[in-house]
């Protein structure tokens, strides 16, 4: 006689076979790179908002201070030598060399309740558009609401003009006792408040100086500032 299959899974015996269970265990590797970008998305949320935090305070202290543009002004012009030297190169044409050696003492003025801090500044001297020499100021910290006195020697030895403008030089000198000079420089700043430093600001410096070189003296002075850029 033959046996019929049974039912339920059972085996030929009759006896039930238990069920089988299939377990599903979570990929390491998966749970860990998702912990990862989580606290990354964290720290990146957490350092903008202390960022956002830092600048809406230093704008609020920007605001509250209200800081004023510096002031350095060519306050004195001291010549301790002026020489005109011609030089005649042909019956047509005539060369000149000029030597000069001038000190010139500026007044820087802070306003300002907080303080200055000031890069190294040039300054040339030119004559009708002509470098002569040039003069530098070493870089220096202002204190609120102070006036400080700063100084700088500019040396010329026997720059040559040509021509036109030799002809000019020797002119104003010899004819009208007047040689005019243009003084230009700029004058790098930074305001610091409460240990930050803003961005540099520019003051540029345009004064025109007349000399005598009969009395090798300051005869006039007419200086401005441009005020501030960014």
């Not at 019956?91 to 303080?115: E, H, P, Q, W």
């Not at 204190?143 to 720059?159: C, F």
Request: net charge positive; proline share 5%; aromatic share 8%.
């Amino acid at each position: 006689m033959t046996s019929r299959p049974t039912m339920n899974g059972g085996d030929h015996t009759g006896r039930s076979q238990p069920p089988t269970h299939h377990h599903y265990y979570p990929n390491s590797s998966s749970s860990s790179s998702a912990s990862f970008k989580g606290c990354c998305c964290c720290l990146f949320l957490l350092f903008s908002f202390i960022a956002l935090l830092i600048l809406a305070v230093v704008l609020i202290i920007i605001l509250a201070v209200k800081p004023k543009k510096p002031q350095f002004d060519l306050q004195q012009v001291g010549v301790q030598y002026m020489g005109i030297t011609t030089n005649p190169t042909t019956a047509a044409t005539t060369s000149a060399s000029v030597s000069l050696n001038i000190r010139m003492l500026f007044t820087a003025v802070n306003d300002n309740k907080v303080g200055i801090k000031y890069g190294e500044s040039r300054f040339s001297v030119m004559y009708r558009g002509i470098p002569l020499g040039k003069g530098t100021v070493p870089g220096f910290y202002q204190a609120a609401h102070s006036v400080r006195q700063v100084e700088t020697t500019i040396a010329v030895d026997r720059v040559n003009l040509l021509q036109a403008d030799a002809a000019d030089l020797v002119r104003d000198a010899s004819l009208n006792d007047r040689v005019e000079l243009r003084v230009l420089g700029d004058v790098g700043a930074k305001i610091r408040i409460l240990g930050f430093t803003s961005p540099g600001v520019q003051v540029s410096v345009d004064c025109e100086i007349v000399i005598s070189p009969r009395k090798q003296a300051l005869t006039d002075k007419r200086c401005g500032f441009d005020g501030f850029s960014v």
